[in-house]
């Protein structure tokens, strides 16, 4: 009774999107638009979002005046909405900036939105450059702690190469260093454990697709999104696919410290040694 209550599964998720709002992302913010049904769907036939509905935030940073900083994409005047609502709101990203500071847009999404207590907390940021520091207080182990907290993995898609060792491109790797390689009619296979992390633009590696490995997620290499075709069908699917197995295996926010856990295995085991006696 104790490990099923530790490793419950969710009924739902909560999934944040941080986007660049920079000149170059255009492509990205229509992927988004027409990917969120996708995910939505997949996260439904395994039963997540099904007695309660899943809910998507849209964070935007580094644009042009008001979006500089991390700012909600509003759906129906709400931080959260539907997976339809999502695609709606993706249309209001702007295309206007050049300073993107990913860790701040992240360290802003935990601080300011509304988890709920059962739900898998998810994050995902996308982004075609490393980070511009516009915040000298933030570090990754800060940031991978809090991310602890809301037992939250994080996915990063980013200009970063990756591939399948000896077997060439990948399209990314997840924290198993398990690779995902394009098949070139759509599809995706799989290098397990076989995943290499390569040196992205700046510090991208460094920045982005470490802290993303290290809490458990996994980081993509937009620049296949961007071949279009074959190889961005692949890309949605391996992305999407993995997603949903991360999300399902995830547990919620509130999970039992094992302190308690023990407390309730004792006072459960008190009442069986009661009603024995008695």
Same mark, same amino acid.
């Given at each position: 009774m104790m490990s099923s209550a530790a490793v419950a599964t969710p009924i739902t998720a909560d999934v944040v999107f941080l986007v660049d709002e920079s000149g170059s992302m255009a492509g990205e913010h229509a992927w988004l638009s027409t990917m969120i049904a996708n995910l939505e769907s997949g996260l439904t036939g395994a039963n997540v979002g099904v007695s309660e509905a899943n809910r998507y935030s849209l964070v935007g940073f580094g644009g042009g005046g008001a979006h500089f900083?991390?700012?909600?994409?509003?759906?129906?005047?709400?931080?959260?909405? *539907?997976?339809?609502?999502?695609?709606?709101? %993706? /249309?209001?990203?702007?295309?206007?900036?050049?300073?993107? @500071? #990913?860790?701040? $847009?992240?360290?802003?999404?935990?601080?300011?939105?509304?988890?709920?207590?059962?739900?898998?907390?998810?994050?995902?940021?996308?982004?075609?450059?490393?980070?511009?520091?516009?915040?000298?207080?933030?570090?990754?182990?800060?940031?991978?702690?809090?991310?602890?907290?809301?037992?939250?993995?994080?996915?990063?898609?980013? *200009?970063?190469?990756?591939?399948?060792?000896? %077997? /060439?491109?990948?399209?990314?790797?997840?924290?198993?260093? @398990? #690779?995902?390689? $394009?098949?070139?009619?759509?599809?995706?296979?799989?290098?397990?454990?076989?995943?290499?992390?390569?040196?992205?633009?700046?510090?991208?590696?460094?920045?982005?697709?470490?802290?993303?490995?290290e809490s458990g997620g996994a980081a993509w290499n937009l620049n296949i999104l961007r071949d279009g075709g074959d190889n961005a069908t692949s890309f949605t699917k391996s992305f999407v696919d993995t997603k949903v197995k991360e999300i399902t295996e995830q547990p919620p926010v509130s999970v039992p410290e094992p302190g308690t856990l023990a407390l309730l295995g004792m006072g459960l085991a008190g009442l069986v040694f009661r009603r024995r006696k008695s």
């Open positions: 900083a991390p700012n909600v994409h509003e759906m129906d005047g709400n931080d959260w909405g *539907s997976s339809a609502q999502f695609a709606a709101a %993706a /249309g209001t990203l702007v295309t206007s900036g050049g300073t993107e @500071d #990913g860790w701040n $847009a992240l360290d802003w999404a935990m601080s300011n939105l509304a988890y709920r207590s059962n739900a898998a907390v998810n994050f995902v940021l996308v982004t075609d450059e490393d980070r511009d520091n516009t915040n000298n207080t933030l570090n990754p182990a800060d940031l991978k702690n809090r991310l602890s907290s809301f037992n939250a993995l994080l996915n990063v898609v980013v *200009s970063n190469p990756f591939s399948c060792d000896g %077997a /060439g491109a990948a399209i990314g790797v997840d924290s198993a260093l @398990d #690779g995902f390689q $394009a098949d070139g009619v759509g599809g995706y296979t799989k290098c397990a454990g076989d995943g290499i992390v390569g040196n992205g633009a700046g510090t991208t590696e460094t920045d982005y697709v470490a802290l993303a490995l």
